[in-house]
Each structure stands twice: as structure tokens, then as C-alpha cells.
């Protein structure tokens, strides 16, 4: 019998180890890096109630003083506390971020799996799109959108959904490539379920695992887009704090008071380290337990 | 046997072909076969003479670039390729299950074990989720699962080999088909672990009155449940009967041939050669005239490239696609021995 369970352990599908939802499955880096998304995003979520001063107020006998224990990240020119700004901008660039990176996963992924499961004309067709689609020029694209929609996080909204769909449509459909041949999706159809059953209970689960590990990549690079665009002048418009505006507005004030860029970019930093830590982890979930 | 009963399934000259880009593929010629409720008929045959390629016909599951060209399938007097979707649907839902070869890879390795039970008594049978959870357990202990409270619960990896095709039998046999195929469903398994999925199909047919097709290629697995055995080679039947029929009165060369070459535990010690069939199986682009064996066979006269490979009758029950009956002299002798000791 042992020699049976020790095959079995080998010939468990990448992923089985991995449970969403089960936390303490999940390999140290992992842990990490959700550790730190749950911080940001709850920080972000409670900004409103923690943080200590609201983001617009001015006090102009307090400006640029260094972080201390009133203003933990010191004020900017306007004395505005940067923290309480950093606060409300992760609320704000979290929230679009979110938007931006998963529901195109969802449509992406149904798109992709519904093509690899039929093939065919719906299939090749999808295939240019997607290609065209990936092949555009990103930033010139949403850009361009701005230019049509005015600047502001409307342009964000819709420039990137535009194009974010095509790469998971590109993952999930290659995935479903090899799983439409496995047996157990023949057994579904032998059972009597229907086409839309079986793609969506039984295949999408299996193949929506490297669509989630790529989306946690896929969110570092919105917020970096959603700043570099706020950092432009781009992005919310002023008096909304955004953490690229927040970094813009520091900048001129680089040698003097370091904090006030330096710090909201470090939250940045920190966000894109735990969302990498967290998808790293997760994909290498497979080496968890006890074969590792 | 008294009066034979109408048959659940019967098959009727059923001829599959893949159109490859490299030109036509005969898999299946023209095979035959009728199964009786409660029946247990094993389907034997070499790799590639069409086993599996039955068994996916009468389930509309050919292969991509496969279409049934010609033939007959009724269950239960309905044309099975005439069904349109939704009654195909209900057709695999209700009236017949599939166990597959592979228990390794026929359960979706993301979902639990009672989830993929339970969801096939939601979906077919419209069960409520507690009445399904309950039922779900209940299907997992008749299948031979321990635990299986505990077990509903655990994921396929979690499982052996064993208990995964015990548990693709209970979602085959969730809706208490009037008929199973199950295709080479020990093969991957190990003797003992071969043998209780074996006995647990034989009970299965038992109290449900549930007709079974066992395709395998091991004779030895065939003797040991069926009640009948087809001989398949190179997309046809070639031989039906009852196992004693087969084995101790095969009429078609091939079938004598295949049982030759089984090792036999008497030679142990006495090295023999095991007899093999000289030649090769045909190759499934060649479209062949008259009898597929032909080219294989000891006893071919030229008459046999003319032959339709059609079963006549040898007694009641056995059946042989062979014209020139090789064996019928010393047959009818053996028949004759055995009326005279009645």
C-alpha cells in the first residue's frame, strides 16, 4: 500500500497541495506575502478611521517637518500629513487596481477556456484577437483613452480592462489545451453534465491557478501604471491623493524633505514585494509537504 | 438458459472511421454485439482491434476526426445515434456509465471526492445537497470505501489507485444504469486490488439486474466474471459465446490463436514455447477484402478473401464470424462425447 501512496504523492497534479482559503498549506514566502497584501489592503480599506489627520488638511505653520511621532511620515509643503495622504491613496489605488486586474481575469479566463474547450474558427479567431490584442502598445493605448475620457481614473477604468483580458484569455485557453484531453473531462461528459458544467466546475478550477498566480504580477504592474499615469498628471486629479501624484508633489522637494517622495514609493515597493512573494509562493506550492 | 430476454444494447455492424490528413482510417469494420439485461460479457481483443473504440460508440464519445459511418446501436429499442443532445445527455446520465481505464486521471484532481459524487445526484437526479451529501456516502461505503464519512472529504491524490476506480465506479453507477461499460477498468491496477474491483463489479451487476461490458485484454479477468465473451480483431467480432463455448470450443482460429498464447501455470518448470500468431494485425488504413484474419490465418482457402465477416450461429449463443469451421470435426466429436455421458 505504501509503495502505492508514494506514487500517487509523485503523480498529484500540480496544485493539489495548494488549497485557496487553506493558509497554513502555503509555503513560508507565501505567507509573507499575503501577509503584507492584507496589511496594505486593510490599511487602505480603514484609511478613513486610522488615519490620523484627514489627507487634505493644511496647516502651513508645519510644512516639510521631518517623519516624528505626530506626522509618522512627516509633512509635505502644504503640511499635509504624508502619511494620512499615503493612506487614502492606497485606498484609492488599491480599489482601482482591483478593478482593473480581476474582472477581466474572469472574463479572460472564460473567454480562453470556452475557445480551448470548442477549438475551431472561435478558436483561431480568438487567437488574433488576443494576439493583436498583447501586441498593442499598452501605455500609448490607455494614454490614448485619457485623451478621449479626460484625465482622471476613468481612463485607468477602462483603457486597461481593454487589453488586461487578452493574456489570461492566452493562459487559460493553453491550459485548457491539455485539459480538455484529460480523462476526467471525457468522465464529466460520459456522466451526462453539460458543456457549460464541465467548463466551468470541472475545468476552470483546474486552470484558473496560473491566471491567479500571473494576476498577483498583473497587480504590481497596475499600481505601477496607476502611479507612473498620477505621477504624470494623469491619474485622480488633484486634490485627490494618489501615490504617484503624492511622489510628483515631493519631487521638487527631493534634497530638502527625501521623505515625502521616498516613503509613499517604499509603500509602492512594499506592495509589489509582497504581491510577488505571495504569486512566487504560490507557484511553487506544489514543493510544500512531503516531497520537499 | 430460457428464452433470451430482448436484448438492452445491441450493436449492429457498426463501422468507425477517422479521416486523418494522411488518408482514412477504418477502426472498427462492421462489429456486432448484443448484450441481455444483467448480462456480463467481456470484450477481448489485442491492442487496436477496436475494444475501447465499442464501448465510446455506444457512449457518442468517438475520438476528434472519428464519425460513426455506418451501423446500428439501440439501447432499449432506441437508436442511440439518432439522439439528440438533451436526450443524449439524459441518456449518459441515466441509462448507462462508463469506468475508464485510467483511475489516476478520471477524477477532477481539484474537487473533493463527495463533492464530484454528490454532484452527480444533484445534477442527474435533482437531490437536495443534504439528501445528496447523505446518498453520496452511502454510494462511497457500497463501493468498498472505509470511512467514508472522512473520506467524502479527502481529494483523488489522496487516494490509491484502487479506491480511485472504486470511486469511478460509484459516480458511474450513481444512477443505477441498466447498463456499464467499463473499459480495461483493472488494467492499471495491481492482482489483488484487480480482483475486488472485479468482485465489486460482479456484485454491482448482481443487485442492481445491470448488464456489464468488461473490455480487457486479459483472458484471465474475462473467465473470471463474464458470462459471455466477445473476441474483437481488427475492427470486427469475430467470435461470440459463452466462456466454457470459448474456451474449450473456439471456432475462429483467432480465438484459438489468442488462447494458445496464453502462459499456462502447468508448463511451469517445463519450458515451452508459447505459440504466437504469426504476422501482424491489420493495419486500419488497409481496407481489407473478405475476412481480416485472412492474412494471418493457418486455415485460409481461397474462398475467404470473399467472405462477409458477418457471426453465423455454431449452437444457440455461439457464434463465429469464421466460415471454414478448422475445428468443427473435432468439435462435433467433444460435443458428441459429452451427450453421450448425459
Known amino acids: 500500500m505504501s509503495a502505492i501512496d508514494v506514487v500517487d504523492q509523485q503523480q498529484a497534479p500540480a496544485g493539489s497541495r495548494v488549497r485557496l482559503g487553506g493558509f497554513r498549506g502555503l509555503s513560508r514566502e507565501a505567507k509573507i506575502g499575503a501577509g503584507i497584501l492584507a496589511l496594505l489592503f486593510l490599511a487602505g480599506l480603514l484609511a478613513p478611521w486610522i488615519a490620523p489627520y484627514g489627507q487634505n488638511q493644511i496647516n502651513f505653520t508645519d510644512i516639510y517637518s521631518p517623519p516624528s511621532l505626530a506626522h509618522l511620515m512627516g509633512t509635505d509643503g502644504a503640511g499635509r500629513d504624508v502619511f494620512s495622504r499615503t493612506l487614502f491613496a492606497l485606498r484609492l489605488d488599491l480599489a482601482i487596481v482591483v478593478l482593473v486586474t480581476y474582472p477581466p481575469l474572469v472574463i479572460g479566463v472564460f473567454v480562453g477556456a470556452v475557445a480551448g474547450y470548442f477549438g475551431g474558427i472561435f478558436d483561431a479567431t480568438l487567437a488574433r484577437i488576443v494576439d493583436v490584442t498583447i501586441a498593442m502598445p499598452f501605455m500609448v493605448l490607455v494614454i490614448a483613452v485619457i485623451a478621449i475620457v479626460g484625465p482622471g481614473v476613468k481612463g485607468i477604468l477602462i483603457g486597461v480592462p481593454l487589453v488586461a483580458w487578452a493574456l489570461y484569455a492566452r493562459l487559460s485557453r493553453s491550459e485548457m489545451l491539455v485539459l480538455r484531453e484529460q480523462p476526467f473531462m471525457l468522465a464529466t461528459v460520459a456522466l451526462g453534465y453539460t458543456t457549460r458544467r464541465t467548463i466551468v466546475r470541472h475545468a476552470v478550477p483546474n486552470l484558473m491557478r496560473s491566471s491567479l498566480i500571473y494576476s498577483t504580477l498583473d497587480m504590481v504592474a497596475n499600481l505601477l501604471l496607476l502611479s507612473g499615469l498620477a505621477y504624470l498628471g494623469l491619474g485622480a486629479q488633484p486634490p485627490n491623493a494618489e501615490l504617484g501624484s503624492i511622489i510628483a508633489d515631493g519631487q521638487s522637494a527631493m534634497l530638502t524633505a527625501w521623505w515625502v517622495s521616498t516613503l509613499p514609493g517604499l509603500v509602492v515597493v512594499l506592495f509589489g514585494v509582497g504581491a510577488l512573494l505571495l504569486g512566487d509562493g504560490l507557484s511553487d506550492g506544489k514543493l510544500r509537504g512531503t516531497l520537499q | ?342
Open chain 2, 1 to 342: 438458459m430460457s428464452v433470451a430476454p430482448e436484448p438492452v444494447l445491441s450493436i449492429e455492424g457498426l463501422r468507425v472511421e477517422f479521416d486523418m490528413p494522411f488518408g482514412r482510417l477504418v477502426a472498427l469494420r462492421g462489429a456486432s454485439l448484443s448484450i441481455r439485461p444483467g448480462e456480463i460479457v467481456g470484450l477481448v481483443g489485442e491492442t487496436g482491434s477496436g475494444k475501447t473504440l465499442v464501448c465510446r460508440s455506444v457512449m457518442r464519445l468517438i475520438p476528434q476526426r472519428g464519425r460513426i459511418a455506418d451501423g446500428r446501436i439501440l439501447f432499449d429499442g432506441r437508436d442511440v445515434l439518432a439522439m439528440r443532445p438533451r436526450e443524449l445527455r439524459d441518456f449518459r446520465a441515466h441509462d448507462v456509465g462508463m469506468v475508464f481505464q485510467d483511475p489516476f486521471s478520471t477524477l477532477n484532481p481539484v474537487l473533493r471526492i463527495g463533492k464530484q459524487v454528490e454532484e452527480t445526484l444533484r445534477v442527474n437526479f435533482g437531490l437536495k445537497k443534504s439528501e445528496a451529501q447523505t446518498r453520496a456516502v452511502e454510494l462511497l461505503r457500497d463501493v468498498g470505501i472505509p470511512n467514508p464519512e472522512r473520506r467524502a472529504l479527502s481529494y483523488p491524490h489522496e487516494f490509491s489507485g484502487g479506491m480511485r476506480q472504486r470511486v469511478m465506479i460509484a459516480l458511474a453507477t450513481a444512477s443505477q444504469p441498466r447498463l456499464l461499460l467499463a473499459d480495461e477498468p483493472t488494467t492499471a491496477l495491481d492482482v489483488t486490488t484487480q480482483a475486488q474491483i472485479l468482485d465489486l463489479l460482479v456484485r454491482l451487476s448482481e443487485e442492481g439486474g445491470m448488464a456489464v461490458v468488461l473490455v480487457s485484454h486479459d483472458f484471465g479477468v474475462i473467465a473470471q466474471v463474464c458470462d459471455r465473451v466477445a473476441v474483437m480483431y481488427g475492427g470486427h467480432i469475430v467470435e461470440t459465446g459463452t466462456i466454457e463455448e470459448i474456451h474449450d470450443g473456439a471456432e475462429h482460429p483467432y480465438t484459438r490463436g489468442l488462447l494458445d498464447s496464453i502462459p499456462r501455470l502447468e508448463s511451469a518448470g517445463r519450458p515451452t514455447r508459447l505459440p504466437v500468431i504469426p504476422g501482424v494485425p491489420p493495419d486500419p488504413a488497409d481496407e481489407v477484402s473478405g475476412c481480416v484474419f485472412r492474412p494471418r490465418c493457418r486455415y485460409a482457402q481461397p474462398a475467404c478473401e470473399t467472405v462477409s465477416m458477418v457471426l453465423e450461429p455454431v449452437s444457440p449463443g455461439h457464434e463465429t464470424a469464421c466460415p471454414v469451421r478448422p475445428f468443427a470435426v473435432a468439435d462435433s466429436a467433444l460435443t458428441a462425447r459429452a451427450g453421450a455421458r448425459l
